[in-house]
């Protein structure tokens, strides 16, 4: 019998310590370290093998199979491979439920086989969940056990296309003494899954909670062990979703799914350039168009600002959809290159339509909103700006000014404020070139035709 050892991990990050501590040295989270039981000590010297030149072996079995759900498609390069592992990790209530349902709905209907594995709902919750989505395809399977062993026999005699185990917290190895959720059951149970879906060709999805206090065993756990992390995130006030791909193993990761939660589930965005400016005001101070980019997607957002007199005392600056520390950062900027001076006001910016910008190229159309803000003037209606500043003020360049002019010509926007150094813009666009942010500024009088 293998000998043991205890040693302790977070259940939050994943990072193992030799004693038990408050906090973790990993991801400074409290009370989320736990015991676990681990195998030591040298086992029995297996047999070597013999190897293959890798030349031998055939690259051509990891072919995405489309799942029918276009923006899934799109993030994951063109759909599942065959023995593949995918974790789709998010907090509990933001719709992973419903977007793996739709997901099965949609391989089963072609006449694959598709098993749902339900830990967390009676199969009669999810067959009217799922009549609310449509008609229910008969390949469409149901597996109402949260035994690891059960399940990985399952999937040796069904032998699935698709095999959905929501979620992987209520499972539990019988020969475990833990309970459910905690880092040794995790663990243990996607070791074994991963190796029933390796074994018999199943496309496995893996459903994994995230909460923001870590009080549940985290997808970090599982991310060295499956092939794809998904990540399904949105704010619980809008109704937009967003899909990403932070691992995966088959493609790229820097593409996005975007959707859209309706009473019948969720529907695919198309249009997020359309979307995020359905209900934009026009002639409005404080707003400013930025053409961001969100993977390869280039995604026209409104930042909105606003400023309300704070008093003798330093500027108070809040954001909500960008980086608070960003926000400031351009502010400075904006005060000590730009001349525009927010000493004595309250400036809040906020990336509209429940939009995030994590990037900087919408720094420039950020500095400017705020700019429109403290001097109450309107920009016209068919100007966007995009550009990153430096700490000196200047203007940088930023990836794939072209495609972002596009999108903004696209639906409608005749002018635009571009780095020194931007190439041109498409035909019937106007360009206002800056080299600094005083430059921006300096120019601005051109473009709403009176002083700024």
Same mark, same amino acid.
């Given at each position: #019998?293998?000998?043991?050892?205890?040693?302790?991990?977070?259940?939050?990050?994943?990072?193992?310590?030799?004693?038990?501590?408050?906090?973790?040295?990993?991801?400074?989270?409290?009370?989320?370290?736990?015991?676990?039981?681990?195998?030591?000590?040298?086992?029995?010297?297996?047999?070597?093998?013999?190897?293959?030149?890798?030349?031998?072996?055939?690259?051509?079995?990891?072919?995405?199979?489309?799942?029918?759900?276009?923006?899934?498609?799109?993030?994951?390069?063109?759909?599942?491979?065959?023995?593949?592992?995918?974790?789709?990790?998010?907090?509990?209530?933001?719709?992973?439920?419903?977007?793996?349902?739709?997901?099965?709905?949609?391989?089963?209907?072609?006449?694959?086989?598709? #098993?749902?594995?339900?830990?967390? !709902?009676?199969?009669?919750?999810?067959?009217?969940?799922?009549?609310?989505?449509?008609?229910?395809?008969?390949?469409? #399977?149901?597996?109402?056990?949260?035994?690891? !062993?059960?399940?990985?026999?399952?999937?040796?005699?069904? %032998?699935?296309?698709? &095999?959905?185990?929501?979620?992987?917290?209520?499972?539990?190895?019988?020969?475990?003494?833990?309970?459910?959720?905690?880092?040794?059951?995790?663990?243990?149970?996607?070791? %074994?899954?991963?190796?029933?879906?390796?074994?018999?060709?199943?496309?496995?999805?893996?459903?994994?909670?995230?909460?923001?206090?870590?009080?549940?065993?985290?997808?970090?756990?599982?991310?060295?062990?499956?092939?794809?992390?998904?990540?399904?995130?949105?704010? %619980?006030?809008?109704?937009?979703?967003?899909?990403?791909?932070?691992?995966? %193993?088959?493609?790229?990761?820097?593409?996005?799914?975007?959707?859209?939660?309706?009473?019948?589930?969720?529907?695919?965005?198309?249009?997020?350039?359309?979307?995020?400016?359905?209900?934009?005001?026009?002639?409005?101070? =404080?707003? #400013?168009?930025?053409? &961001?980019?969100?993977?390869?997607?280039?995604?026209?957002?409104?930042?909105?600002?606003?400023?309300?007199?704070?008093?003798?005392?330093?500027?108070?600056?809040?954001? !909500? =959809?960008?980086?608070?520390?960003?926000?400031?950062?351009?502010?400075?900027?904006?005060?000590?290159?730009?001349?525009?001076?927010?000493?004595?006001?309250?400036?809040?910016?906020?990336?509209?339509?429940?939009?995030?910008?994590?990037?900087?190229?919408?720094?420039?159309?950020?500095?400017?909103?705020?700019?429109?803000?403290?001097?109450?003037?309107?920009?016209?209606?068919?100007?966007?700006?995009?550009?990153?500043?430096?700490?000196?003020?200047?203007?940088?360049?930023?990836?794939?000014?072209?495609?972002?002019?596009?999108?903004?010509?696209?639906?409608?926007?005749?002018?635009?404020?571009?780095?020194?150094?931007?190439?041109?813009?498409?035909?019937?666009?106007?360009?206002?070139?800056?080299?600094?942010?005083?430059?921006?500024?300096?120019?601005?009088?051109?473009?709403?035709?009176?002083?700024?």
């Amino acid at each position: #019998m293998a000998k043991q050892r205890r040693t302790f991990v977070c259940r939050s990050c994943g990072a193992e310590t030799p004693a038990w501590t408050g906090q973790c040295n990993g991801c400074d989270g409290w009370a989320t370290i736990e015991e676990v039981v681990v195998a030591a000590g040298r086992g029995k010297p297996a047999a070597a093998r013999a190897v293959q030149s890798l030349d031998s072996y055939d690259g051509s079995t990891s072919v995405p199979n489309p799942v029918g759900l276009a923006e899934v498609d799109r993030v994951l390069g063109g759909g599942l491979v065959a023995g593949s592992v995918t974790l789709l990790s998010g907090e509990p209530g933001i719709g992973k439920s419903t977007l793996t349902l739709q997901l099965a709905t949609s391989v089963a209907s072609t006449g694959a086989g598709v #098993m749902l594995v339900t830990g967390e !709902e009676a199969p009669s919750q999810v067959a009217a969940r799922a009549a609310r989505l449509g008609p229910i395809p008969a390949s469409l #399977m149901v597996l109402d056990d949260t035994a690891v !062993e059960t399940i990985v026999s399952t999937l040796a005699a069904e %032998r699935p296309a698709v &095999a959905i185990i929501d979620s992987i917290q209520t499972l539990r190895v019988g020969e475990l003494d833990a309970s459910p959720g905690s880092v040794s059951q995790v663990r243990e149970a996607a070791a %074994r899954l991963v190796g029933a879906a390796k074994t018999n060709g199943v496309s496995l999805v893996l459903i994994g909670h995230v909460t923001k206090d870590g009080a549940l065993a985290g997808p970090r756990l599982l991310e060295h062990v499956v092939d794809t992390v998904l990540s399904f995130s949105g704010d %619980r006030h809008h109704d937009l979703r967003f899909l990403r791909a932070v691992k995966h %193993r088959f493609g790229p990761t820097t593409d996005v799914g975007l959707f859209e939660m309706t009473g019948l589930g969720l529907e695919a965005v198309s249009d997020p350039s359309g979307r995020f400016l359905a209900d934009r005001r026009l002639d409005t101070a =404080g707003s #400013m168009v930025v053409p &961001a980019l969100d993977g390869h997607r280039p995604v026209l957002v409104e930042v909105q600002a606003l400023a309300s007199p704070h008093g003798d005392r330093p500027a108070a600056i809040a954001a !909500e =959809g960008l980086s608070a520390s960003r926000a400031k950062l351009i502010c400075a900027v904006l005060e000590q290159r730009g001349g525009v001076s927010t000493y004595g006001q309250q400036v809040f910016v906020s990336a509209a339509g429940g939009a995030s910008i994590v990037e900087p190229g919408a720094d420039l159309g950020v500095a400017l909103a705020v700019a429109s803000a403290i001097a109450d003037r309107p920009f016209p209606s068919e100007l966007v700006a995009c550009g990153e500043l430096g700490l000196s003020g200047e203007v940088r360049s930023v990836p794939q000014l072209e495609r972002r002019l596009g999108e903004a010509f696209r639906l409608g926007f005749r002018t635009a404020i571009v780095p020194n150094s931007a190439g041109d813009g498409p035909t019937g666009m106007r360009l206002i070139r800056a080299g600094t942010i005083s430059d921006a500024l300096a120019q601005l009088p051109a473009a709403v035709g009176a002083p700024f």
